[in-house]
């Protein structure tokens, strides 16, 4: 089993940044896919970002591309979402997801395709 823990959520204005963090305990893997997703209410839960536990290539939605940024450090089992020019639309719950898999093409849009989940960490941008 692997545990994902996520923090750094929290309130901020519109143009704000925030950093979250997965921190993946248990038993960790070194290849397979990190992701993130959210889900605002009312909303089905949505791809935002993902990348590889080995690095290369990373993956967003287009709706955050040019202001989130994902990145890992294996040394801390660590995957993190850098988060910048937030606006009121990125206000959801965000969730830390994994698989061991190698992924392609939709699999790493689709929440059916990952493994473990994060219990979830709130993001609100006011306006």
């Known amino acids: 089993q692997v545990q994902l823990v996520e923090s750094g959520g929290g309130l901020v204005q519109t143009g704000g940044s925030l950093r979250l963090s997965c921190a993946a305990s248990?038993?960790?893997?070194?290849?397979?896919?990190m992701g993130w997703f959210r889900q605002a209410p009312g909303k089905e839960r949505e791809f935002v970002a993902g990348?590889?536990?080995?690095?290369?290539?990373?993956y967003y939605a287009d709706s955050v591309k040019g202001r989130f940024t994902i990145s890992r450090d294996n040394g801390k089992n660590t995957v993190y979402l850098q988060m910048r020019s937030l606006k009121p639309e990125d206000t959801a719950v965000y969730y830390c997801?994994?698989?061991?898999?190698?992924?392609?093409?939709?699999?790493?849009?689709?929440?059916?395709?990952?493994?473990?989940w994060g219990q979830g960490t709130q993001v609100t941008v006011s306006s």
């Open positions: 997801a994994a698989s061991p898999k190698v992924f392609y093409g939709s699999s790493w849009y689709t929440s059916g395709a990952y493994d473990y």
């Open positions: 990348i590889y536990w080995s690095g290369g290539s990373t």
């Open positions: 248990g038993r960790t893997f070194s290849r397979g896919v």
